[in-house]
C-alpha cells in the first residue's frame, strides 16, 4: 500500500501528459491558460471569503460560542457528547479552519486518547462547511438562490454529527 501511495500522484501526472503529447495538446499553453483561470477564480472568490472570516472571527470573539455550549451541556451529556465538544458543533458549518483550531486546542488540552479528543476528530471527518461551500463556491459560479442546498447541507451536517456521536459511542 505504502509503494501505491508513493507512485500514485507521479504515475498520474505521467498518464496527464502522455495522453496530452499523444493527442498532440499544447501542454504548457494548456497549463496556463488553466492557471489564469484558476487565478480569475480565486480573485472573484476574495469577497466571499474575507466574509466568512468576518463572520467567524465575530462569532468566536463574542463569546456567542461558549454561551450556547454552556446552555445545551446538559441535554448533550445524557447522549454521552462532551461539552468540549459543542464548538465543533457549532462551527464546523462555517469554517474549517476555525474547527480544526478548536479540535486542535481540544487535542492538545485533553490529549489524543480523551473521549472527546476522538469525538472532535470524528465529527469534523464526518461533516462539511456548508456556509463556506455556499458563499465561496456558489459565489464563484454566480448561483444565488441558496435555498435548497442551505437546508440540504445543514441536514447533512446534522446527521454526520450524528452519526459521529453514534459510532464513537458503539467504538469508544
Request: hydrophobic share 55%; charged share 10%.
Amino acid at each position: 500500500m505504502q509503494i501505491i501511495s508513493l507512485w500514485a500522484l507521479p504515475a498520474i501526472l505521467l498518464l496527464i501528459l502522455t495522453m496530452g503529447l499523444f493527442k498532440r495538446i499544447p501542454l504548457y499553453e494548456t497549463f496556463t491558460e488553466g492557471a489564469k483561470d484558476g487565478f480569475k477564480v480565486a480573485v472573484n472568490i476574495i469577497p466571499y471569503l474575507v466574509a466568512i472570516i468576518v463572520a467567524i472571527s465575530m462569532f468566536r470573539a463574542s463569546g456567542i460560542i461558549e454561551l450556547i455550549g454552556n446552555i445545551l451541556s446538559p441535554q448533550l451529556c445524557r447522549f454521552n457528547i462532551p461539552a468540549d465538544t459543542i464548538p465543533i458543533m457549532l462551527v464546523r458549518s462555517l469554517s474549517g479552519s476555525a474547527a480544526l483550531g478548536i479540535f486542535s486546542d481540544i487535542a492538545n488540552n485533553l490529549g489524543s486518547d480523551d473521549y472527546a479528543t476522538k469525538l472532535s476528530a470524528v465529527m469534523v471527518g464526518s461533516s462539511e462547511t456548508t456556509f463556506y461551500v455556499l458563499a465561496v463556491y456558489f459565489g464563484a459560479v454566480g448561483i444565488s438562490k441558496l435555498r435548497y442546498a442551505l437546508i440540504v447541507g445543514l441536514i447533512a451536517d446534522f446527521i454526520g454529527i450524528v452519526a459521529a456521536v453514534w459510532v464513537c459511542n458503539m467504538m469508544f
